[in-house]
């Protein structure tokens, strides 16, 4: 089945822990990234990815860290969390040419 | 730049009446436009999507939207709610075209509406 998965679902942990969100696609996509989604403000992209080792930053990418080392897994690292960067998150992956992107499941990420 | 804006961050309805959920988008180029839906404590579905084919396009669940480049909108109908309507909804615009002139995938989303639908 062509999917998007993503670990955890939900996450409580507390500020300056460092913690890393993985995300992989079993379809062979060249593009991936990562969205968060805060109410009022719909979704907005944290990092995106061409191919591996081709990452580059997205409208909101302060605290975040990705790489993309192989071709189906775009893992989001957040090194020193803080409260401001609890939210839920979606992986993204998509052929490029395509027009439809598959998302995975979401993390709930809180940061105490 | 992309940008979208859905009109109202509230919709409320009766069972059976017209649902419309706005939504106004900028682009420089042609755009792509999406409609997903979010159901309480889940993930995004596709509803629907225009690529540049026809200017009216139905999507599952009895939702359709229209094209209109003229108004640079893009907004949800469905002729009759049902309860199992009731979620948020959001609008998308790609507009990001590689070398080659194909897509390659970002999303710029609306904020989002959520539908309450009244027995």
């Known amino acids: 089945e062509a999917q998007v998965t993503q670990n955890p679902r939900y996450l409580i942990t507390v500020t300056g822990k460092k913690l890393t969100v993985t995300c992989s696609q079993n379809m062979n996509h060249e593009y991936m990234s990562w969205y968060r989604q805060d109410p009022g403000l719909g979704l907005r992209q944290i990092y995106y990815s061409m191919n591996v080792e081709v990452t580059d930053k997205g409208d909101v990418p302060e605290g975040y860290k990705v790489s993309r080392k192989e071709k189906r897994n775009f893992p989001l690292i957040l090194e020193s969390p803080s409260p401001n960067q609890t939210s839920l998150y979606f992986c993204?992956?998509?052929?490029?040419?395509?027009?439809?992107?598959?998302f995975g499941p979401g993390t709930r990420l809180t940061v105490l | 730049a992309q940008s979208v804006t859905q009109l109202g961050s509230h919709v409320s309805v009766s069972e059976g009446a017209l649902v419309l959920l706005r939504c106004n988008y900028s682009?420089?180029?042609?755009?792509?436009l999406f409609w997903y839906v979010q159901y309480p404590n889940q993930g995004l579905q596709l509803l629907l999507k225009y690529t540049s084919a026809a200017t009216l396009v139905k999507g599952i669940n009895g939702f359709e939207a229209e094209f209109k480049k003229s108004e640079t909108s893009f907004h949800l109908t469905k002729p009759s709610a049902h309860m199992s309507d009731a979620a948020e909804y959001f609008c998308?615009?790609?507009?990001?075209?590689?070398?080659?002139?194909?897509?390659?995938?970002?999303?710029?989303f609306g904020q989002g509406t959520i539908l309450t639908v009244h027995p």
């Open positions: 682009s420089s180029v042609p755009p792509y």
């Open positions: 998308a615009v790609s507009d990001t075209r590689n070398a080659g002139g194909t897509s390659y995938g970002k999303l710029t």
């Open positions: 993204a992956s998509t052929s490029v040419g395509a027009d439809t992107q598959y």
